[in-house]
Nanobody, 122 residues
Framework: QVQLVESGGGSVQAGGSLRLSCAASGTVVQLNDMHWYRQVPGKEREWVASITRDHNTNYAAFVQGRFIISRDDAKNTGSLQLNNLRPEDTAVYYC????????????????WGRGTQVTVSS
């Protein structure tokens, strides 16, 4: 089994920055694509950014160059740097990753963290 734990959330004023982390642990044979999502209570969870095992990155249009996704393969961790935050960025941010958990079967599952709160005030 694989577990994901997010950290780094907090409260900042508009224009501020935060750095979110996603740590994978457990029986991680190979950590593949990683994604960040965010969700406001009562609304649909929306995709924010992704990074592949080969370090190719993609971002949602609303990011507008403000966020940077990265990963440290030696530590099985991912990060999302949030810059120039706006009140509308307020949400719970979730990490999602695809991981191979068995050396024998080479099976890949997807995993979710429990989220970290980001609050941006004006």
């Amino acid at each position: 089994q694989v577990q994901l734990v997010e950290s780094g959330g907090g409260s900042v004023q508009a224009g501020g920055s935060l750095r979110l982390s996603c740590a994978a642990s457990g029986t991680v044979v190979q950590l593949n694509d990683m994604h960040w999502y965010r969700q406001v209570p009562g609304k649909e969870r929306e995709w924010v950014a992704s990074i592949t095992r080969d370090h190719n990155t993609n971002y949602a249009a609303f990011v507008q160059g403000r966020f940077i996704i990265s990963r440290d393969d030696a530590k099985n961790t991912g990060s999302l740097q949030l810059n120039n935050l706006r009140p509308e960025d307020t949400a719970v941010y979730y990490c999602k990753a695809f991981a191979i958990w068995s050396t024998i079967s080479r099976r890949e599952n997807d995993y979710w963290g429990r989220g970290t709160q980001v609050t941006v005030s004006s």
